[in-house]
């Protein structure tokens, strides 16, 4: 059995002291041994972050990397900058940033591959647009990311890879997609990893659904076949966070 994994999203919210306080209001509610926790907060909270979740069963992830070991790129946060604080996590082309700063399906493939050479596990980010999945291609689309993102990637590599689903029309909308809708598209996925890697790999990794999960909708959506948890973002900031991570 797959072990779910419930990460928050923090997206751009939240100072470092902010982040304290949140992480310790937080810790109580989403303690289980039943789900991976992970809180992906902004770079600049991680180290606070880190130190604030000490203890707990929370695991802290990054939101972005460069796939660059070091040098000459302002601005960017390395991957050995990352592991040499704790961090064991990081999102990799959420639809933001494939929207707002250029990510493509060939630099989220260069992303992946610098995060398993660094033992970060990937939170892999794919999803249609509202017009694609009018026009009847959402599998088609999800499975060209896919198959891009994964390129090189080694089957035990992808075995232990998370994949989240995330419609685009869904996030931050209140437009949760149906279970029946999320649950077609991560069995999809899935089958797309077992043509790639063999059934192994499709049975080990973890599938997430993202796009306004609530405590209200998260047990329906968990409880799919192939849906292993969720990616949360605005969710994730409340103290509905530990009803969606016990969400049973
Ligand atoms: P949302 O965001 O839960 O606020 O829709 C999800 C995400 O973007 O990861």
């Given at each position: 059995?797959?072990?779910?994994?419930?990460?928050?999203?923090?997206?751009?919210?939240?100072?470092?002291?902010?982040?304290?306080?949140?992480?310790?209001?937080?810790?109580?509610?989403?303690?289980?041994?039943?789900?991976?926790?992970?809180?992906?907060?902004?770079?600049?909270?991680?180290?606070?972050?880190?130190?604030?979740?000490?203890?707990?069963?929370?695991?802290?992830?990054?939101?972005?990397?460069?796939?660059?070991?070091?040098?000459?790129?302002?601005?960017?946060?390395?991957?050995?900058?990352?592991?040499?604080?704790?961090?064991?996590?990081?999102?990799?082309?959420?639809?933001?940033?494939?929207?707002?700063?250029?990510?493509?399906?060939?630099?989220?493939?260069?992303?992946?591959?610098?995060?398993?050479?660094?033992?970060?596990?990937?939170?892999?980010?794919?999803?249609?647009?509202?017009?694609?999945?009018?026009?009847?291609?959402?599998?088609?689309?999800?499975?060209?990311?896919?198959?891009?993102?994964?390129?090189?990637?080694?089957?035990?590599?992808?075995?232990?890879?998370?994949?989240?689903?995330?419609?685009?029309?869904?996030?931050?909308?209140?437009?949760?997609?149906?279970?029946?809708?999320?649950?077609?598209?991560?069995?999809?996925?899935?089958d797309?990893i077992a043509e790639?890697?063999?059934?192994?790999?499709a049975?080990?990794?973890?599938?997430?659904?993202?796009?306004?999960?609530?405590?209200?909708?998260?047990?329906?959506?968990?409880?799919?076949?192939?849906?292993?948890?969720?990616?949360?973002?605005?969710?994730?900031?409340?103290?509905?966070?530990?009803?969606?991570?016990?969400?049973?």
């Open positions: 059995m797959r072990k779910k994994i419930i990460a928050g999203n923090w997206k751009m919210n939240k100072t470092p002291s902010e982040t304290v306080t949140l992480i310790d209001e937080l810790k109580p509610l989403v303690a289980t041994d039943e789900a991976d926790v992970v809180f992906c907060v902004p770079a600049v909270s991680l180290t606070t972050a880190i130190e604030a979740a000490k203890g707990s069963n929370i695991q802290i992830g990054a939101q972005n990397m460069y796939y660059e070991e070091s040098g000459a790129y302002t601005g960017e946060v390395a991957p050995g900058m990352l592991t040499d604080i704790g961090v064991k996590y990081v999102i990799v082309g959420h639809s933001e940033r494939r929207e707002y700063f250029a990510e493509t399906d060939v630099t989220v493939n260069k992303k992946v591959l610098k995060a398993f050479e660094h033992g970060i596990t990937p939170i892999i980010c794919c999803g249609e647009s509202l017009t694609q999945r009018e026009q009847g291609v959402t599998i088609d689309f999800i499975r060209q990311q896919i198959k891009i993102a994964f390129l090189n990637v080694t089957p035990e590599q992808a075995k232990t890879a998370v994949i989240a689903y995330e419609p685009i029309w869904a996030i931050g909308t209140g437009k949760v997609a149906t279970a029946g809708q999320a649950q077609e598209v991560c069995k999809a996925i899935r797309c790639i890697y063999g059934d192994a790999a049975v080990a990794i973890r599938i997430q659904y993202g796009g306004s999960v609530t405590a209200d909708s998260a047990a329906e959506l968990f409880s799919q076949p192939d849906i292993d948890g969720g990616l949360v973002g605005g969710a994730s900031l409340k103290p509905d966070f530990g009803r969606i991570v016990n969400y049973k």
